[in-house]
């Protein structure tokens, strides 16, 4: 697989298809993995796919990072959820489907955080999104690595953060409100979740912005609060539930709780599921009047 | 407990409308002992509050010779200098400072001086400005030339026109091309142009000038042009701060705070930095 | 001196024992699937078996936000007050021997020339106690900046973990007291301590080179700085967690008429950091931003305040997003001309 990957890359870049082909290669010392930019094709040879190429790398063709869109078009490694997010660019036109060469990776599933992995990829190191994922085939792409995989996703949604939602939802709002107060309390604000997403692509953030102050920058618990759930709002119905903003939590806050149970109400209220039709708008920038309106009470 | 951040509280004693946007505030100290043992030198800044909104820095715009309180000059452009601008005469802000370096004017005794500001760059300028004509004896020819990009963005109107009255100062206006108004008798033209064909001579003189970054980069080049050495080139630098006193860590050019090692250098001073503009 | 010994089941009893004088524990304690330094009341909370804490410790000297003063804006004046710091007696318990040495970086930029006594107070009050490392992992790098493993820069009472309990030793003049204070916990026996967990020391990178090259103001604009930071997403997860990293914001909360100022902690990592109102930003890439914090660390803290800039704990490679390893760049650092 990562022969075919590395011969691909090798071939785009040298007939000037794609400047960089964004992927994931190892460290120098060789214990993690970590994204990587190719744009000689002699260096090819550093592209990985593994177990451990958990990072969502479609954050990098966002016009958060100047610097990689100023090198040229992009070839991305992308694994059937990262496309999703690389669908929602399209939807929101922050990108043009022209604009990147997908190479979608055929995918048997990842750890949730690298330093789980012990050699082998046990069923209790992957991450939820894995456990029901019906893109391990890459569903958007230029071209595809890798042999259709023979998972099938389970009818009924499956895995620990399913279990928690399940366990909140029979709570009171006080109790729910009490879980995410504590939850959140940790947040140091150093917005590791904003940074690594692609779908937080503004240029500036609100919690920037000051004129008024919308969202109190201290890291104390109301200010902790505000921004959560801000930022989890700016993402209903359109986060893709690839999980980064949860890995990448210094303090780890169950940030995959929220969005997933968002993904549940936007889904229920709108029939709309983010990141497979890169012509459907999310639900939160169009009004219909067939939305329902049993919010209002 | 000696709280570094606190600020001093003084009031408004009068405001004048300078350019579109830009006022000056002419403050004292409320507490009357302060206001007889506060001493500043020429070039030195401060962090003034809007309570409610927070800090923001300036220059002290005013002369350590005039001893009523100090002045400040600023645009409203943010959170903190909107609130400001929202305060009247009689309302209560604060100030903390006097916080850097000076310009060294004893080292310049005898010398000539040419000052070269734009727009709301004038405001250190002036400062230095008022000192050295306080002292007038001391110094030899001053040259003033001063630019903004349109005649409604000059400040200190009143006292460019005093200035202008002066027998001791030559002082030569200038506005961009296209800002001109149709009464307009001074130069049309970017700053360091027409300093050029004003060419102030640089022997036995220093240059001291303020503005934007791109314009005090070509004034730079301009007197290095006229013969001025980069030692005898004087600037303030100004960059975002916070705490102004070298803790907050946002200020560095390299590895110069500005807060604590300037603001003020020499073009010489600014040529040996990283390039961290 | 080395002739103490702290058994294991008497940790509870120094923990009550400082507890009862007033002071507060702070000790690496595992919540919410981590652990990290907090406060603990009872030696059930206490973890030993971890590497780092993921939080360093520096929170508890150098809050993440705090109150410096308050006002109340009224109708002909202002009410201001600054706040009068009554800091709480700390021991830190537990903290690792390359953090301990970043005290004497914080302790330089907070007292240079200004004192800021926010931080000088909580210090003065605070007796830190190391345990050497028996255990690390591939981000460990102290042996690399001159650290080591039962390093004693920053720390008062170093503990060396021994069969049963720890090696007791008293490092400064604070740390005996601290001993003496609570001399019953500890009983007067000499053991050897197990062995200690050296990191390899990094071939090829040498600080002091580093910090020669670095001072080539031509490397400043080499293409390699774009490209080692080209994957960096700008988030502060590495500033917030360093144990040197000292950046504050001041900002004013609360509504019009009342409301506090405070201080907290601010990332050069973030784009708005040296952001000026009137839109210029004199850093204004990500690679200019990680260019300055990687200099901060091996060149302006040296320079400035001869102390280490970096220690050496990892922290920044562990939890990056991307990880971005500190290390590489240093090695690429090392081999410029």
């Known amino acids: 697989m990562e022969n075919a990957l590395r011969k691909k890359a090798r071939e785009l870049l040298q007939n000037g298809e794609v400047k960089v082909v964004i992927g994931y290669g190892f460290n120098r010392r060789g214990t993690h993995v970590t994204p990587v930019f190719i744009t000689k094709p002699e260096d090819v040879d550093r592209l990985v796919f593994n177990p451990r190429c958990v990072n969502n790398l479609s954050v990098y063709l966002t016009r958060k990072f100047k610097d990689i869109r100023a090198i040229g078009r992009p070839a991305i490694v992308a694994k059937g959820c990262d496309i999703k997010n690389i669908v929602v660019l399209i939807a929101e036109a922050q990108l043009k489907r022209e604009d990147v060469y997908i190479i979608g990776m055929a995918c048997n599933g990842m750890v949730y955080r690298q330093e789980l992995w012990k050699g082998e990829l046990k069923p209790e190191i992957m991450p939820t999104k894995c456990h029901n994922c019906d893109v391990r085939y890459p569903h958007l792409y230029d071209c595809v690595i890798g042999d259709k995989p023979a998972f099938v996703p389970p009818d009924k949604p499956v895995g620990m953060v399913f279990d928690k939602i399940k366990a909140l939802d029979k709570m009171d709002s006080s109790g729910r409100w009490a879980f995410w107060v504590e939850e959140f309390s940790r947040c140091i604000k150093c917005y590791a979740c904003r940074q690594v997403c692609s779908l937080c692509y503004c240029e500036r953030c609100i919690t920037e912005k000051n004129m008024p102050q919308w969202i109190e920058t201290s890291a104390h618990p109301k200010g902790n609060l505000s921004w959560n759930l801000t930022r989890a709002m700016h993402l209903a119905g359109r986060c893709t539930f690839c999980g980064e903003c949860e890995r990448s939590c210094p303090v780890n806050i169950p940030l995959n709780l929220v969005n997933k149970k968002l993904i549940q109400v936007t889904e229920e209220a709108f029939d709309f599921r983010s990141g497979y039709d890169e012509k459907a708008h999310p639900p939160m920038i169009v009004f219909s009047p067939d939305d329902k309106e049993n919010f209002i009470k | ?277 | 001196m080395t002739d103490l010994f702290l058994k294991t089941e008497d940790l509870g009893r120094l923990i009550a024992s400082v507890r009862d004088g007033g002071a507060r524990f702070i000790a690496p304690s595992t919540d919410a699937r981590q652990t990290a330094f907090k406060e603990v009341s009872g030696a059930d909370e206490v973890v030993s078996d971890y590497i780092l804490a993921t939080n360093s410790y520096k929170e508890f000297l150098f809050p993440q936000t705090e109150v410096i003063s308050t006002h109340k804006v009224m109708k002909d004046s202002v009410e201001l007050k600054g706040v009068e710091l009554e800091a709480q007696g700390t021991v830190i318990f537990g903290a690792r021997p390359c953090e301990a040495a970043s005290l004497a970086a914080l302790g330089a930029v907070f007292t240079w020339d200004f004192v800021d006594e926010f931080y000088t107070k909580r210090e003065a009050d605070t007796v830190v106690i190391a345990v050497a490392c028996t255990r690390g992992d591939d981000a460990c790098f102290c042996t690399t900046v001159g650290l080591s493993p039962d390093a004693t820069a920053g720390v008062d009472v170093m503990f060396k973990e021994a069969d049963g309990g720890w090696a007791v030793a008293r490092l400064t003049d604070k740390g005996s007291t601290f001993v003496e204070k609570h001399k019953d916990v500890f009983e007067k026996t000499a053991c050897a301590p197990k062995p200690l967990f050296y990191p390899e020391k990094i071939k090829g990178v040498d600080v002091e080179k580093i910090k020669e090259r670095l001072s080539n103001k031509g490397h400043y604009e080499d293409p390699v700085w774009p490209e080692l930071a080209r994957k960096c997403i700008g988030c502060g997860a590495c500033t917030f967690t360093c144990p040197t990293c000292h950046c504050f914001d001041i900002i004013d909360e609360g509504t019009a008429y009342e409301g506090e100022r405070r201080k907290n902690w601010d990332a050069c990592q973030f784009d708005h950091f040296t952001l000026h109102a009137s839109g210029h930003n004199p850093r204004d890439t990500q690679y200019k931003r990680w260019r300055n914090r990687f200099m901060c660390k091996f060149k302006f803290y040296p320079d400035k305040f001869s102390s280490k800039g970096c220690v050496g704990c990892g922290r920044c490679i562990r939890v990056c997003p991307v990880r971005l390893d500190i290390t590489e760049v240093m090695e690429e650092m090392s081999k410029l001309p």
Request: proline content about 6%.
């Open chain 2, 1 to 277: 407990m000696n709280n570094i951040y606190l600020p001093h509280l003084m009031t408004i004693e009068d405001i004048y409308e300078e350019a579109p946007d830009v006022r000056t505030f002419s403050l004292a100290f409320k507490d009357r002992a302060l206001a007889d043992s506060f001493a500043f030198k020429t070039g030195q800044f401060g962090l003034y509050s809007a309570f409610g909104l927070g800090e923001s820095t300036f220059c002290i715009a005013s002369p350590p010779t005039r001893k009523h309180g100090i002045q400040c000059t600023f645009r409203k452009s943010g959170r903190v200098t909107g609130g400001l601008a929202g305060l009247s005469i009689g309302d209560t802000m604060g100030f903390r400072g006097p916080y850097g370096n000076w310009f060294p004017l004893d080292e310049w005794k005898g010398k000539d001086i040419v000052f070269i500001a734009g727009g709301i760059g004038l405001p250190p300028v002036r400062s230095v400005i008022w000192n050295v004509l306080d002292r007038r004896d001391e110094f030899g020819k001053i040259t003033i030339v001063y630019g903004a990009k349109t005649v409604a963005d000059l400040v200190y109107k009143s006292e460019l026109a005093l200035w202008d009255e002066r027998g001791d100062v030559t002082l030569v206006q200038t506005v961009d091309p296209g800002g001109e108004s149709p009464d307009w008798k001074g130069k049309i033209g970017f700053v360091p142009t027409v300093l050029e064909e004003a060419a102030p001579s640089p022997v036995n003189a220093v240059a001291v000038t303020c503005g934007p970054p791109i314009m005090i980069k070509f004034v730079i080049k301009a007197l290095g042009k006229l013969g001025f050495a980069d030692e005898a080139i004087y600037t303030t630098l100004e960059n975002k701060m916070k705490c102004g006193v070298g803790k907050c860590g946002r200020c560095n050019v390299g590895d110069v705070y500005i807060c604590k090692e300037g603001p003020v250098y020499t073009a010489a001073e600014i040529k040996k930095m990283y390039d961290d503009f």
